[in-house]
């Protein structure tokens, strides 16, 4: 468990975040164990890996919301994101706009400047 390495004031301002951006709703959250599969993934290699509390059609024509964790190794560190997205199609370029669109152009230039301009949290 990615975690279990966590220095307690990196776990506490996880847990600050997601309580943020959960907010008041009770569908399409995360919770801890998600960051911590996702920075897993980033610590074991992958160079970005993400997931979201689930995706909605937009037949009702309201403005569900969906949490989404986004990690990424920056520069030979680990940095996790938590932030908002529709929850229609959720990717992180739609809940951090420095990465649009996602997965697409020069993605290393938009992690840098996703670390320099969105205060992701540093996994070291």
């Known amino acids: ?10 776990i506490q301002q996880i847990k600050n975040r ?15 164990s998600d960051v911590d599969r996702v920075v897993e993934s980033v610590m074991d290699g992958c160079e970005w890996k993400y997931c979201h509390g689930g995706s909605v059609a937009n037949a009702y024509k309201y403005p ?10 920056v520069d030979g560190h680990v ?6 997205s529709p929850a229609t199609a959720p990717t ?10 996602f997965g ?17 949290i540093r996994i070291d």
Do not use: H, S
């Not at 940095?79 to 908002?84: N, P, R």
């Open 18 to 32: 997601l309580k943020a951006v959960n907010g008041r709703r009770r569908e399409r959250i995360l919770t801890l």
């Open 79 to 84: 940095y996790v994101g938590i932030g908002t």
């Open 1 to 10: 468990m990615a975690t279990a390495t966590m220095a307690t004031e990196q």
């Open 104 to 120: 697409k152009g020069d993605v290393k230039a938009k992690l840098r400047q996703w670390v320099a301009e969105c205060n992701p």
């Open 92 to 101: 992180p370029g739609r809940a951090w706009k420095c990465l649009q669109p």
């Open 64 to 73: 569900a919301k969906t949490t989404v964790v986004f990690a990424a190794r």
